[in-house]
């Protein structure tokens, strides 16, 4: 912050917002880094978080003996001891913590949130309001970087009207969005030698501007002139006003955690050490030494600061036009990751996800975001038709974000890292000030363009909870209305005198005749897996066909929050007892993980069946095979006890989460890869 002096704190480039924001996404060999898969820097802090604290979401709160068994999933030792549950290996002690007597505050703070709901709702909701801000900045990125790029027009022809720039913005992103199927691995390499080209411009033309206008420029480093600024030739608030300006010039950042599924952390820092800083900082150098000595022409500084006539100038604006679509990828990508997390955590609906590398798990097309975002994307150039009103939303959006991370980063300073209480309040202090007085400064502009950005990223939010709260319901019918195995099916007395093929040592309880036994295998896809409880995927099928699969596998598919889960750790199996031809299986995925129930699944399951003989392989029928899920509908019921909380939770299934979830939702079917011709969906209606 403190390399802009006075000139350069009043400078309003368009430009300048969509430089730092390209760096992610190209520059870098686009291979997903395998041994640390960290997406999204909110997702990864809330998956950690829950870890260390012992909750997790949908799970009344707490995690299972399962998720902590898993390597990934470590904590702190002891905090399970009691249960007998293993936590992972010890964590290192860190040189903080060698120095300190270690933060007795942690233990507190976690039992806090273990216990209370409505502190668990509270980081719930911060961490859905910053993923609605990464969202809404991939809204917000392309109609700013594409509009600021053509905004040169208007330096060489100051009467072309400002609505015929945003038509052409307009043309150019509606392009953009078309080619988002191709995913980022192929429009990686066509972007790379264009932001090469882009980066190394800006340093020809800034060593230009420099060496021409001031060459002591360098100065401008020294905090002095912060200081200065602050304390003398503008008032104080107007000082801090400024500051909402001064902080495009770093946004983009944000995008780095986001896009790591889809570049590795070395290609990151390399491109951004390397080659992005550089050559922004000497770009920015040369535009404030541009503008000591052209003080009147701050509005358009970057486009006109460009030197060597006209020729050149079009070949940058070409260049420029092409680096903003750059710029616009990078958001468009982190969304996409953004959303598939939520998808895992049960904040967002199944939607479609595409996979557009063989090689890369987390370069991903969806094409319902892809549509979502490109119709508010047109619709932000449309209404403000400037960069400067699109460059007020942009600001609040990216500072909200960034004060929210430095919440979450303080927060897990205590329960994860538990370093001394000075160290998180150290760090608020330090970097949440710096950050604060943005984000104020920001939300000053709300009235002026901000409250786009406000409206996107709260309806995102008020979406996500809604859709949490009711899939929720949904899992807590389930378990209410749990049935147990011998409610359901019971062994029969004596053999079958059937065919062989056809013989059945089950009853339908209900209906009080044997079961026909299907060759083959049946895979029944439940949320709920217990020895005890009879899922209700099954429970319809028995008593709707009288039948019952030779080797029937009770499938629960299990998102853990971790950033990924290993092949040998994926699948847990056990016999239901009592019940021989039964088996459960939960089948854990990360949130960076793809689910996918295709026929790699089957073998790899009916491996795990064999390994620890739950049944007799040879004898299964493994050409025959069914899938079967359950599409509930959930509904309120106007029975019972009226109370004040049952009318409004009916009113919210009836007016609010049914709609959407009739609209919006599609089958697991399509989601996880599963053969639509042996397929079987089942109905049923659930009245809360």
């Not at 709160?61 to 399962?66: Q, V, Y």
């Not at 150039?381 to 500072?399: K, P, R, T, W």
Request: proline share 5%; net charge positive; charged share 10%.
């Amino acid at each position: 912050m403190f390399v802009l002096h006075n000139s350069l704190l009043c400078k309003l480039s368009t430009a300048h917002i969509f430089v730092p924001s390209g760096f992610v996404l190209t520059l870098k060999t686009p291979m997903a880094d395998k041994t640390w898969p960290c997406v999204g820097g909110t997702f990864a802090l809330y998956s950690l978080l829950c870890r260390f604290i012992g909750i997790n979401p949908g799970l009344k709160g707490k995690p299972t003996a399962d998720d902590l068994s898993l390597l990934r999933y470590s904590t702190s030792r002891g905090q399970y001891a009691r249960q007998g549950i293993a936590a992972g290996p010890a964590p290192k002690k860190t040189l903080l913590k060698r120095m300190g007597t270690g933060n007795t505050f942690a233990p507190a703070l976690r039992k806090l949130f273990r216990t209370n709901r409505v502190a668990q709702t509270l980081l719930l909701l911060l961490v859905l309001m910053m993923t609605a801000m990464v969202i809404g900045d991939g809204v917000l990125t392309p109609a700013q970087t594409v509009l600021g790029a053509f905004g040169a027009i208007s330096v060489k022809a100051p009467s072309f009207p400002q609505s015929s720039i945003a038509g052409i913005s307009i043309g150019v992103l509606a392009l953009l969005f078309a080619v988002q199927p191709l995913g980022s691995q192929y429009l990686g390499g066509v972007y790379a030698p264009i932001l090469l080209l882009w980066f190394l411009l800006q340093i020809v033309v800034g060593i230009h501007n420099i060496a021409i206008f001031a060459p002591w420029i360098g100065k401008a480093i020294n905090p002095y002139y912060l200081y200065r600024f602050f304390t003398s030739g503008v008032s104080a608030d107007l000082a801090w006003r400024s500051t909402a300006s001064i902080f495009l010039c770093i946004t983009g950042a944000e995008a780095s955690y986001a896009d790591m599924g889809h570049f590795t952390r070395k290609s990151i820092r390399i491109a951004f050490v390397g080659i992005l800083y550089p050559s922004v900082m000497i770009s920015y150098f040369g535009q404030s030494a541009w503008l000591i000595k052209n003080p009147s022409g701050y509005a358009t500084s970057f486009f006109a600061s460009i030197p060597w006539g006209d020729a050149f100038f079009y070949f940058y604006f070409v260049v420029a036009v092409l680096a903003a679509c750059v710029a616009s990828q990078t958001m468009i990508s982190a969304a996409y990751s953004i959303v598939r997390q939520s998808m895992a955590l049960r904040c967002f609906p199944r939607m479609k996800v595409i996979h557009t590398s063989t090689k890369v798990a987390g370069q991903i097309w969806i094409p319902a975001v892809t549509v979502f975002i490109g119709a508010f994307t047109i619709a932000a150039v449309g209404i403000f038709q400037n960069s400067i009103a699109l460059g007020f939303s942009y600001g609040v959006c990216v500072s909200t974000l960034m004060m929210g991370t430095d919440l979450l980063i303080a927060l897990a300073m205590i329960v994860v890292w538990e370093l001394p209480l000075i160290c998180p309040i150290l760090f608020l202090l330090l970097f949440g000030f710096i950050d604060s007085i943005f984000w104020t400064a920001n939300l000053t502009k709300i009235p002026l363009g901000g409250w786009f950005a406000v409206t996107v990223a709260a309806a995102v939010c008020l979406f996500s909870y809604i859709w949490f709260l009711g899939t929720n319901l949904k899992r807590q019918y389930a378990v209410e209305h749990e049935e147990n195995y011998s409610d359901v099916i019971s062994p029969r007395s004596q053999a079958a005198q059937l065919a062989p093929a056809l013989s059945t040592i089950y009853q339908n309880v209900q209906a009080g005749y044997d079961l026909t036994l299907l060759p083959g295998l049946g895979l029944f896809y439940s949320e709920q897996n217990d020895e005890h409880h009879c899922p209700t995927v099954l429970a319809k099928f028995v008593r709707r066909l009288n039948a019952l699969p030779q080797l029937s596998v009770i499938v629960t598919v299990r998102n853990v929050p971790v950033s990924s889960v290993s092949p040998e750790e994926r699948l847990l199996l056990r016999d239901v007892p009592n019940c021989p031809g039964l088996v459960q299986c939960i089948v854990r995925y990360g949130y960076q993980d793809k689910v996918s129930q295709g026929d790699p699944f089957l073998t790899a399951l009916l491996k795990e069946v064999d390994r620890q003989g739950a049944f007799d392989i040879n004898s299964l029928c493994q050409d025959r095979v069914i899938y079967v899920i359950l599409s509930s509908k959930l509904s309120g019921s106007r029975s019972g006890n009226p109370t004040a909380a049952n009318v409004l939770k009916v009113g919210f299934v009836n007016w609010v989460y049914g709609p959407l979830a009739q609209i919006l939702s599609i089958s697991v079917s399509e989601n996880w890869d599963l053969p639509q011709d042996r397929t079987l969906q089942m109905g049923v209606s659930l009245a809360i």
